[in-house]
C-alpha cells in the first residue's frame, strides 16, 4: 500500500496547525432541553395527530355553542327529537346516509302493508305527498317470531316540513325536551374538559406537594405519608366517591372534589419516586455542599427535573377523569340538568338508543376522541421527554 | 515540621442502620490531619468508607460521632445558618460521576454561577457572566460553552465544568471523591494535571478519595489505606509505595496491574488474609517512624519497626 | 500459527435521532489460536460495539453491519442470519460482560443457568450437565461447588460473580471467548484474581480470547497482542512488546504518557489534549488530527493507511510515510517505552515479606 503513496506531495508532511481548542468544540448545534423534546414529538405523526384532534375538539368546546342561536338549556316541545339538519348536506343526495338532512325513517306494522302504511298516516299526521314508503315485508301468519308476522312499512319523512320548522337547522338534532343537541354536545365536551382539566390540576397540585414532600424530608415523614396513602388507597374508589356526592350534592364541585380525593395519589407516588432517585444524585449534593437552602434545591434542581414526568402523568389523568366523570353521570351519580357533560348526554341518548341513535353518536365519538387524543399525546410526550431516549 | 493543620479528623464514625437491628459501620473511629497546601489521598477498596468519609467531612452526613476540625473549628457542631455558609464557602467537594453530578436541565452558566449566586458573590448579571467566562477559561473550556446544556459535552468536559463549579467559591480545601475513575485514561491525566496546576495557583489543599493507588501515589503527598471503615497505615505517598507494613496494603500494591509487560510477566500477588491478625488484642494506630503509621497490635508493632530497620 | 478468526473492514453505524453514528470505520484484524489480543481504547471508540458484532449481538435497528466480513470456520458471521447466529453464540463464541451483577438472571439458581447452555448446544441430560456445572465451578475456583449451584446470584460476591459468569461463558468449551471490561467493575485485589484465573483456563482450554479494556496495565497483565482503537478505527496493533515498548502512534505515546509513573518526578502527564470527535460528523482525514501535536497536513487531509513497521506490528499514522519528518516521542514518554517498573520502586510486590505475620 505504500507505492501509491510515494506520489503524495512533500508538502503536505509539513507539521500541522493544530490548536488544542478545537478539539473541545462543540460539533451540535445549541439547543434546550423542551426544544430537543418538542422536536422529537414534531416527529410523531400519531401524537401530532392527537394533538390537532385535541386543539380542534378545544376549539369547537369554547366556540362551538356560539355557532347557532340555540341555547342549551332552551328547551321546545315541539321540536323534540328532531333529526339532525344541515344547510347544504341535506340536498346532497349522495350524503344522506349522514343522515344529517331533517328525515326520519320510521317501520310501521299492520295487517297487510296499505294497513301499516294508513296506520303511519295517521300517527305522524302525513299528507300524501309529505312521504315515501318502502314495504318491507307482507303479512305471513307462519313466521316462529310473533312479532314478525305481521306486514311492514317503512316510512321516511322530512319530520321538520310536517312539524312547520322548515327555516329551523339543528345541526345533531334535539333531545327529548327539544334542546339543540350542537349546543348541548359542545357545551358538554366544555364541561367535561373542564372538569378533567380541574381534577388533573388539583391532581397534579396536591399530588406533587405530597409525592415531593414525602420523598425530600424522607424518614419517618415519608413512613407515615406513605401509610395514610395505603390506607386511601384501600377504600374502593366508587364506595369513596358516592359518599362524597351523597355529602356534596351533585354538582360540578362535588363531581370534580370527589375525582381528586384519591386521583392525586397517583401523581404522588409519580413525584416521590423520581424526587427519591433524584435527591440522592450528586448534582443535588454539589447543590447542597455550596451551601444551597431546601427552598433553593426543590425550586432549582428537583422541580425541573419532574416537571416532564409531571407533564406526562397530568396527560394521562386528564382523559381517566374525564372518563370517570361520563362513568359517573350515565349511572346518575353525576351533573344535574340542564347541565350537560358528555357523560349525562350519553345517558340520556342511551335511553332511544333503537329510536334516535344519532343523539348518542355525536357525543360517543367526541368523548372517544378525547380519549385517545390524549392517551396519544401522552405516550408520544413520554417519548420525547424521557431522557434516556437521548442521544 | 510545623506545617499548619488545615483539617483534623478526630475519632471520626459514620453508623448507617439497614434493617431493624444491624448497623453497617461505615466509617469506625477515624484519625488524621490534612495539612494546608498538600494533597491527602485517601484509598480502599469499594465498601470501605471512603467517599462516606468524604462526605461526612463536609457535613453531607452526620457524623455517629468524632470531631472534624477545619481551622480548629468544629464543622459538626451546631452552627447557625451564616457560619455554615461561610464554611461551606471554603470546603468545596469534585463529585464521581460526571453525568449525574451536572443538573441536566441548567445551563453550564448557571452550574458555575449556582456557588456566586448563593453566596452573594457577584453584584450583576455583568459580573456574573465575566466570572463564568474566567472559570471556563481557568479549566481550559471556552466562553461559547456557557450557554449550553451538560448533556452536549464529553466526561472530560463535565467533570471540567465540576472542578470550575467548585472554584466559583473561592474555597481553600477541595474533597475530590473519585474524580476521575469514571473517565477514560487520557481524560484521567487532564483532569489529574488541572488539579495540581490549581492547586499550584491558589494553593488549595485536597483530599483525593481514590481506588486507583498509582494516580493516587502520582498526586498526593501522603496517602491513606482504608479497609473496612478503619485506616491501616497512613503515610508519605513515596514511602508507602517502597516500604508498605500493613498485610492489606502490601496485598493491594501487589494488585494494581503496570503498563509493562515484562514487570507484569514476573509479579507476584500477595493475597491478604485479615485472620493473620490477632484479635485477642485491639489494634490501635502507631507511628511505625516518624510520620509512617499503621494500625497494630503491640506485637505486631515491634514486628514491623524490626521489618522496618532490616531494610 | 492458526487463524481462528478474520475481520475484514468491518463498518457498523447507527441511525440515532442526531444522525447517522458510525460507530465502527473499518476494522480489520486477526485471531489466532490460543492468544489473547486485547483491544484497547476509550469509551466511543468502537471496542465494544466491534465484539458485540462478532458475536451478532447489534441491535437492529438502530444498528447494522454496513459492510466487511466476519470469516469464521468458513462462515461470515456478518451474513448469517439470526437463528444460524444462536448457535454459535455461546457455543463457539461466548462472552463475558462488564457487570456481573446484571449478567447473571437474579431469580435462577446459577447452576441451573450454568446447565442452560449444556442443555441446550451439548445436548446433555439433566444429571451430565449438573454434573459439568459442578466442574466448571471447581474450575473458576467456587469453594464448595455442589452447594452452591443451588445457589442465587445474590448470595455471591462480585468477584465470586463473575467467576460464575466465566464459568458460564466456558461451558461449551468455545474456541474464541470475548471479555468485554471484565474486571473493570471488580476492586484491584479481586480484579488481580479473576485476570490470574482467566490465564489459567486459557492455558487449560487453547480457547482464544479477545480482551476488551481501557485500562493499560491490565493489558501488559493478559495479553498477548494489542490493537488500539481510535474512534472506530483500529490505530496501531502488534505484540504488547510491541505496543508497550516500540509503540509508532501519537495516540498511543497519548495513553502511555497519560499513566503517572512510579517515581512521581514528573510536574505534568503528558495528557491529550481535548475530547474524542463526535462520531456523527467525523473530522475530515484523520480523526485524531485535532488533538495530535504531531499532525501533518496531510492528516487534515486523507486518513492514513496501515502502515509497517515489523511483521507483527502496524500503525496508522502517516509519520510512518517516507516523506515525513522523523519525529521521536515526548521524553516522558521514551522513560515509560524503557519499561514501566523501571521508572521508581516498583511496589513491594510478591518479595520475602509476604508471608510475614
Known amino acids: ?391 | 515540621m510545623s506545617r499548619e493543620k488545615l483539617l483534623e479528623v478526630k475519632n471520626l464514625k459514620q453508623y448507617f442502620k439497614s434493617g431493624r437491628k444491624s448497623v453497617v459501620k461505615a466509617v469506625d473511629g477515624l484519625n488524621f490531619d490534612i495539612y494546608k497546601g498538600e494533597t491527602f489521598g485517601l484509598v480502599g477498596e469499594s465498601g470501605c468508607g471512603k467517599s462516606t468519609t468524604g462526605r461526612t467531612i463536609i457535613r453531607l452526613y452526620d457524623a455517629t460521632d468524632g470531631e472534624v476540625l477545619f481551622k480548629g473549628e468544629n464543622v459538626h457542631a451546631k452552627k447557625s445558618r451564616g457560619e455554615l455558609k461561610k464554611f461551606n464557602r471554603k470546603m468545596q467537594m469534585i463529585f464521581q460521576d460526571p453525568y449525574a453530578s451536572l443538573n441536566p436541565r441548567m445551563t453550564v452558566k448557571d452550574i458555575i454561577a449556582e456557588g456566586m449566586d448563593i453566596h452573594g458573590l457577584v453584584k450583576n448579571e455583568k459580573e456574573r457572566t465575566e466570572k463564568v467566562h474566567e472559570l471556563l477559561r481557568t479549566v481550559g473550556l471556552n466562553k461559547e460553552h456557557a450557554n449550553r446544556y451538560p448533556h452536549e459535552f464529553s466526561g472530560g468536559q463535565r467533570q471540567r465544568i465540576g472542578i470550575a463549579r467548585a472554584l466559583a467559591v473561592e474555597p481553600e480545601f477541595i474533597i475530590a471523591d473519585e474524580p476521575i475513575s469514571a473517565l477514560d485514561v487520557s481524560i484521567q491525566a487532564q483532569v489529574v494535571n488541572l488539579m495540581k496546576k490549581l492547586q499550584k495557583e491558589r494553593g488549595l489543599t485536597y483530599l483525593f478519595i481514590a481506588h486507583d493507588l498509582s494516580m493516587v501515589k502520582y498526586i498526593s503527598d501522603r496517602i491513606g489505606v482504608m479497609y473496612f471503615g478503619k485506616m491501616v497505615e497512613l503515610a508519605e505517598s513515596d514511602e508507602l509505595y517502597k516500604n508498605p507494613i500493613h498485610p492489606y496494603t502490601k496485598s493491594l500494591l501487589s494488585a494494581i496491574p503496570l503498563p509493562d509487560p515484562d514487570y507484569e510477566r514476573n509479579r507476584k500477588r500477595v493475597p491478604y488474609d485479615p485472620s493473620i491478625h490477632d484479635t485477642s488484642e485491639e489494634p490501635e494506630f502507631r507511628e511505625v517512624r516518624p510520620g509512617h503509621w499503621v494500625l497494630c497490635t503491640t506485637k505486631e508493632f515491634e514486628q514491623y519497626k524490626a521489618e522496618l530497620e532490616n531494610k | ?357
Open chain 3, 1 to 357: 500459527m492458526e487463524k481462528v478468526l478474520e475481520v475484514k473492514d468491518l463498518t457498523v453505524s447507527f441511525d440515532t435521532y442526531g444522525g447517522k453514528v458510525q460507530a465502527v470505520r473499518g476494522v480489520s484484524f486477526d485471531l489466532y489460536k490460543g492468544e489473547t489480543l486485547a483491544i484497547v481504547g476509550e469509551s466511543g471508540s468502537g471496542k465494544s460495539v466491534t465484539t458485540k458484532s462478532l458475536m451478532g449481538l447489534i441491535p437492529s435497528p438502530p444498528g447494522r453491519i454496513e459492510k466487511g466480513e466476519i470469516n469464521f470456520e468458513g462462515k461470515n458471521l456478518a451474513k448469517l442470519s439470526d437463528s444460524e447466529m444462536t448457535k454459535i453464540r455461546g457455543k463457539d463464541i461466548s462472552m463475558i460482560f462488564q457487570d456481573p451483577m446484571t449478567s447473571l438472571n437474579p431469580t435462577m439458581k446459577i447452576g441451573n443457568q450454568i446447565m442452560e447452555g449444556l442443555i441446550k448446544h451439548q445436548k446433555m441430560n439433566r444429571a451430565d450437565a449438573k454434573k459439568r456445572a459442578i466442574e466448571l465451578l471447581e474450575l473458576v475456583g467456587i469453594p464448595k461447588a455442589s452447594e452452591r449451584i443451588n445457589q442465587y446470584p445474590h448470595q455471591f460476591s462480585g468477584g465470586m460473580r463473575q467467576r460464575v459468569v466465566i464459568a458460564i461463558s466456558l461451558a461449551c468449551n468455545p474456541k474464541i471467548l470475548i471479555a468485554d471490561e471484565p474486571t473493570t467493575a471488580l476492586d484491584v485485589t479481586i480484579q488481580a484474581q479473576i485476570l490470574d484465573l482467566m490465564k489459567d483456563l486459557q492455558q487449560k482450554t487453547e480457547a482464544s480470547i479477545i480482551f476488551i479494556t481501557h485500562d493499560l496495565g491490565v493489558v501488559a497483565n493478559v495479553a498477548d497482542r494489542v490493537a488500539v482503537m481510535y474512534a472506530g478505527k483500529i490505530v496501531e496493533i502488534g505484540t504488547v512488546d510491541d505496543v508497550f515498548y516500540n509503540p509508532k502512534h501519537p495516540y498511543t505515546w497519548g495513553l502511555l504518557g497519560s499513566m503517572p509513573t512510579l517515581d512521581s518526578t514528573e510536574e505534568e502527564l503528558v495528557a491529550i489534549p481535548g475530547s474524542p470527535p463526535d462520531l456523527i460528523n467525523p473530522p475530515k482525514g484523520d480523526a485524531f488530527a485535532p488533538r495530535n501535536p504531531y499532525a501533518l497536513k496531510i492528516d487534515l487531509e486523507q486518513e492514513p493507511p496501515m502502515f509497517k513497521v515489523s511483521d507483527t506490528h502496524y500503525a496508522a499514522t502517516w509519520l510512518l510515510h517516507e516523506n515525513a519528518p522523523k519525529v521521536e516521542p515526548p521524553e516522558s514518554v521514551k522513560r515509560r517505552m524503557k519499561g514501566f517498573a523501571k521508572t521508581g520502586a516498583a511496589p513491594a510486590a510478591g518479595d520475602k515479606k509476604g508471608d510475614e505475620s
Open chain 1, 1 to 391: 500500500m505504500a507505492k501509491k503513496d510515494k506520489e503524495l506531495s512533500k508538502d503536505l508532511f509539513q507539521p500541522a496547525e493544530v490548536s488544542a481548542d478545537k478539539s473541545e468544540e462543540l460539533g451540535r448545534p445549541e439547543i434546550s432541553y423542551w426544544k430537543d423534546s418538542w422536536n422529537r414529538l414534531k416527529k410523531n405523526k400519531a401524537a401530532i395527530a392527537g394533538l390537532i384532534t385535541l386543539i380542534f375538539i378545544s376549539f369547537m368546546a369554547i366556540f362551538g355553542p356560539m355557532m347557532n342561536e340555540y341555547d342549551f338549556d332552551q328547551a321546545d316541545y315541539d321540536a323534540k327529537n328532531l333529526p339532525p339538519r344541515v344547510p347544504g348536506i341535506e340536498n346532497i343526495e349522495w350524503l344522506d346516509w349522514l343522515g344529517m338532512n331533517g328525515e326520519r325513517t320510521v317501520e310501521v306494522l299492520g295487517a297487510s302493508p296499505e294497513d301499516a302504511l294508513n296506520r303511519g298516516k295517521e300517527a305522524f299526521e302525513l299528507t300524501d305527498d309529505q312521504f315515501t314508503y318502502e314495504v318491507v315485508r307482507e303479512y305471513d301468519p307462519d313466521r316462529p317470531d310473533p312479532d314478525k308476522r305481521w306486514a311492514a312499512v317503512a316510512i321516511t319523512f322530512n319530520d321538520y316540513e310536517i312539524r312547520g320548522y322548515e327555516d329551523d337547522y339543528f345541526w345533531f338534532g334535539t333531545d327529548a325536551l327539544g334542546r339543540d343537541l350542537w349546543t348541548r354536545v359542545w357545551n358538554g365536551t366544555r364541561i367535561s374538559l373542564y372538569i378533567g382539566i380541574l381534577a388533573a390540576a388539583i391532581d397534579m397540585l396536591i399530588g406533587v406537594a405530597y409525592g415531593g414532600i414525602s420523598a425530600y424530608y424522607g424518614g419517618r415523614v415519608d413512613n407515615y405519608m406513605q401509610r395514610f396513602i395505603e390506607i386511601l388507597v384501600g377504600i374502593p374508589n366508587l364506595v369513596v366517591v358516592i359518599l362524597m356526592i351523597i355529602v356534596l350534592d351533585p354538582g360540578l364541585i362535588a363531581i370534580t372534589i370527589a375525582l381528586t380525593i384519591t386521583g392525586w395519589v397517583g401523581m404522588a407516588r409519580i413525584v416521590r419516586g423520581q424526587v427519591l432517585k433524584l435527591k440522592g444524585q450528586e448534582f443535588v449534593l454539589a447543590s447542597r455542599t455550596l451551601g444551597a437552602s431546601d427552598s433553593r434545591i426543590i425550586a432549582r434542581h428537583l422541580i425541573p427535573n419532574v416537571t416532564g414526568i409531571i407533564l406526562i402523568q397530568t396527560m394521562f389523568t386528564i382523559p381517566s377523569a374525564i372518563f370517570f366523570e361520563a362513568f359517573l353521570s350515565f349511572i346518575g351519580l353525576g351533573l344535574q340538568p340542564p347541565l350537560a357533560s358528555l357523560g349525562t348526554l350519553i345517558d340520556d341518548a342511551f335511553k332511544s338508543l333503537q329510536v334516535y341513535p344519532y343523539m348518542l353518536v355525536y357525543p360517543a365519538i367526541i368523548i372517544s376522541l378525547l380519549m385517545i387524543g390524549f392517551n396519544v399525546l401522552a405516550d408520544g410526550l413520554r417519548d420525547a421527554l424521557d431522557p434516556k431516549m437521548r442521544e
